[in-house]
Each structure stands twice: as C-alpha cells, then as structure tokens.
C-alpha cells in the first residue's frame, strides 16, 4: 500500500497524543495533529514535554494495524514501531547533516544533548496490535530552553539554520512513509532491526549507569537488545545483564 499521511495542523492544543484520542472515532489511519503550540505536552516517565510556542514540531501520528491498514503486527514485535519511528529520524537528520543517535527506546541524542523526544502510546487486541499513538517532539529552532531540561539541543543549534517546521514535518513523514512500508514484512523489520543496532547512543561505548532497581551506580557497555528489547550491557564482571524501560538510567 502507497503511504500518505493526512496531517492537521492546530494552533494549540494540550496534547497532540491526547488530541488524537479525542477525534480517534472520526481520523483515518496515518493521521497526523501537529501543534503551533502544545501546552502540556508528555513524554515518557510522566515527564512534562516543554517547548517554545511556535519554535519546535509537535505532533502526533495515528496507526492503525489489520484489515484495510497497516500489516497485522504482534504484540510481541511492537518494539519495531519504535525502530521504524528512531530510523526515520535518524535518516531525515542525517539529510540535514545531523549525526543522530537512537538512546534506548526512542529518544534521539547527538552527542549527549538530546533532540526528539517521542512517546508511543500501544493498544493491543488480543496477541496484537490495534492501534498506535506516535507523538513526537523536535526541537528545530528553540535555542534556549528552561533550567530544568538538563541536556537539550536543536537543529537550530546544531546547524545555525532556522526552520520552516510545516516543510520539515513534510520532509520527516516522506522518509517515515518509507519505513511503515519495510516494517509490513518480517524480512523488512529484520533489517530495521539490524540497522536500529548499529544507530545506538554509546553502543559498545563503556560509560556510567544507574541500576533504578538497586540503585546501585557501576560502569557497562552496551551491546545491544534482546529479542524482547530489552537493553542489554555488558557489566564489570564480564557478564551481560538485561534491563527493561525504567530499570536502567543513563549518567550524562
């Protein structure tokens, strides 16, 4: 199936995740709310997503999978819509001349600063997935942010550009389109799979880490993840040890 996304662009709103839930009954698939303004934006871990009014994109994506839509995908393999999602970025930046890194999940970092924030919202049927919720957060032109936000960057800071965000969510969704169709098939999200590994923040680099279920701060490398995806690292005793979201915090 050829993708094409029918994008809604709000002045402001809330939440564009929640805005989606709102019209859900009357949005096609491959929807997408983009906010001018988002005024409570979220982001994983409960965390407030802070931006500029009119000087980032936000936005968010519907997804709908099975009959009539996007491939039937197992609940088992939902992690390959955050491979599809972190790909995309990565590949759109790189068009950019910005070299983005995938921060397990699916944040994006350049160098240790970090770009994108993404929260992806599943709901499953059965042993499926029905729908999917993708927003997204891109720091384009914002070049100062609030104390709070320890390590932000954006492309305007990354490149001394400024940009039009309307285009760029254009330029962004062509390259997505491209991956939601690699993702239909099992050989297709095999690749991704491989090419999400090798687009890893600090993968085979030895760094300090925070095990959130001790406490317990130590220095591992990561080597990769799991078929489940979970976050696997190489320990001080040699050993590997695999971390689920939330189990492992990343020292900057």
């Known amino acids: 199936m ?3 996304f029918d994008t809604i662009w709000m002045e402001s709103v809330d939440s564009t ?3 989606i839930v709102r019209r859900y009954d009357s949005l096609d698939n491959l929807s997408v709310i983009a906010a001018v303004n988002q005024t409570a934006g979220r982001g994983q871990r409960g965390n ?5 009014p009119g000087a980032n994109l936000t936005f968010s994506i519907l997804l709908r999978f099975g009959e009539s839509c996007l491939a039937p995908l197992k609940a088992s393999s939902q992690f390959t ?3 599809a ?3 995309a970025l990565a590949e759109y930046f790189e068009g950019e001349g910005i070299n983005a890194k995938i921060k397990w999940p699916n944040d994006i970092y350049v160098r240790d600063r970090k770009l994108v924030g993404i929260l992806i919202e599943n709901s499953l049927k059965g042993d499926e997935v029905g729908r999917s919720i993708v927003g997204i957060g891109i720091n384009c032109n914002q070049r100062e942010f609030p104390p709070q936000l320890m390590n932000p960057t ?3 800071l990354l490149t001394g550009k400024r940009y039009d965000t309307k285009a760029a969510l254009d330029d962004f969704l062509a390259v997505l389109g491209k991956y939601l169709e690699i993702m239909e098939t099992s050989e297709g999200r095999s690749q991704m799979h491989q090419l999400y590994l090798t687009k ?3 993968l085979g680099e ?3 880490y925070t095990d959130c279920l001790t406490g317990e701060v130590f220095n591992g490398t990561i080597k990769g993840i799991s078929e489940s995806a979970l976050l696997q690292v190489e320990m001080p005793d040699g050993s590997i040890k695999e971390f689920a979201f939330k189990e492992i915090s990343y020292i900057l």
């Open 2 to 4: 050829a993708i094409q």
């Open 17 to 19: 995740n929640t805005e």
């Open 48 to 52: 407030v997503w802070t931006v500029e």
């Open 81 to 83: 819509i955050s491979e």
């Open 85 to 87: 999602v972190t790909l």
């Open 154 to 156: 954006s492309m305007s």
């Open 200 to 202: 890893m923040y600090r």
């Open 206 to 208: 030895l760094h300090e």
